[in-house]
């Protein structure tokens, strides 16, 4: 008997601590960050931003090397490797140059079956064990090979999914965007999978489910977990092997977010009231179009008034930095007039892009700088039709406080 009581006991007191718990973390998150667009600075000064910049040509040895930027889809920058995924859709090529922009391999697979890439829909690396794996939707799995383009291993993903990442216990995480891969009432859209463990969370909004829009959702890797952002949501989701997701951040538009009664009308009517949404941008913030974490920083951007808004948001002060720039451009002195930046990415507290070559040499030219300049000795050495250029630009400590 006495046991009983010890036993309902420590029952009692588990279930206090984790509803205490529970109720501590529905107390902390989700963090708001502000970002309404009205307290941006109009081209916050590039030096506020950036302590400085480094430009890597990406080595162009032949016509075979050459990748037109228009069609990149992703960028990776790890360890000593820069690798590139071109063409999506179309060639599925994968280039992979050291960190100096030298030509290193390309990897190509294009077909179908056994080792071939059919539809290439996400891409990653693996440093541990130096293989990058390719997420293919149509034949429903991932794809191993090497760095010198042979194959190791096929996955299957039992369902279709859209994007991916990968935890350092070698389990996954998938994205079936808005796509329902079950017959429940309430289908998911995120998918963990752990060898034989399959589990699945939040659930597609009505409102989405017949609506695409082509974006990144998950953040880089950050100490073994990522942040992740669902289509048409203000909220940033925790994403680790470990525990479900939770909303770790929601941002904060003002009235600038896009109307509830607007969301419902899509649930309702996708035809009618797409265009209404698409085009109504001067109106309204309805997308979050990138995230990305540092060990200080949270950096997002979303379209608003015809103009990028680019969020640097301090986790340490809880201070956001927001900068109101015309496309991509910030000062008019970094990317060019109209750059074509399909493909950002982080390295350490590095924010990384892709530049075309002629938007590099256009730049220097229209700014008319000193020829001991970085960018002008940058823009000097390449052709127009070179291969993009590499753009790492170091993060700033200081921001947002």
């Excluded at 588990?14 to 960050?33: D, G, H, L, M, W």
């Excluded at 690798?83 to 992979?96: A, L, R, T, Y």
Aim: aromatic fraction near 14%.
């Amino acid at each position: 008997m006495k046991n009983i009581f010890l036993l309902c006991f420590l029952l009692l007191n588990a279930i206090c601590y984790f509803s205490c718990r529970s109720s501590e973390n529905s107390e902390k998150f989700p963090i708001v960050i502000d970002a309404n667009p009205d307290k941006a600075i109009l081209h916050l000064p590039l030096s506020s931003i950036f302590d400085e910049i480094t430009y890597i040509p990406l080595e162009t040895r032949s016509p075979e090397v050459l990748f037109g930027l228009d069609w990149l889809g992703t960028v990776i920058m790890q360890d000593d490797k820069i690798i590139i995924f071109d063409n999506p859709s179309v060639e599925e090529n994968v280039f992979i140059f050291d960190n100096k922009g030298k030509f290193r391999n390309k990897i190509t697979a294009k077909g179908e079956g056994p080792g071939k890439i059919l539809a290439t829909n996400d891409i990653l690396y693996d440093s541990k064990k130096e293989h990058i794996e390719i997420l293919d939707y149509y034949q429903k799995k991932i794809i191993q090979y090497d760095l010198e383009g042979n194959l190791k291993e096929e996955i299957p993903t039992l369902h279709s999914f859209y994007k991916f990442v990968k935890f350092d216990n070698d389990s996954y995480c998938f994205y079936s965007r808005n796509r329902p891969q079950t017959e429940e009432e309430e289908p998911k859209n995120l998918w963990r999978v752990n060898k034989d463990k399959i589990e699945s969370f939040l659930p597609i909004p009505k409102y989405i489910r017949k609506y695409n829009i082509e974006e990144q959702n998950f953040s880089n890797n950050y100490k073994g977990s990522y942040l992740f952002k669902n289509i048409l949501s203000r909220e940033f989701y925790r994403i680790s092997s470990t525990v479900p997701p939770y909303a770790e951040y929601q941002i904060d538009f003002g009235n600038k977010w896009v109307k509830e009664d607007v969301l419902d009308r899509l649930a309702l009517d996708i035809r009618k009231y797409r265009k209404k949404l698409l085009y109504a941008k001067k109106d309204h913030v309805y997308q979050i179009k990138k995230v990305f974490e540092t060990e200080n920083y949270i950096f997002f951007t979303y379209y608003y008034d015809s103009c990028y808004f680019w969020n640097f948001y301090n986790k340490k002060t809880n201070i956001n930095v927001i900068s109101k720039t015309r496309q991509n451009d910030i000062d008019q002195g970094l990317l060019g007039e109209q750059p074509r930046v399909r493909a950002w990415t982080v390295y350490d507290d590095c924010l990384v892009f892709l530049a075309a070559a002629n938007d590099i040499r256009f730049r220097a030219e229209s700014l008319k700088l000193p020829a001991e300049s970085p960018l002008s000795q940058v823009a000097a050495k390449l052709g127009w039709e070179d291969n993009p250029v590499v753009i790492i630009a170091k993060l700033r400590k200081d921001i947002g406080q």
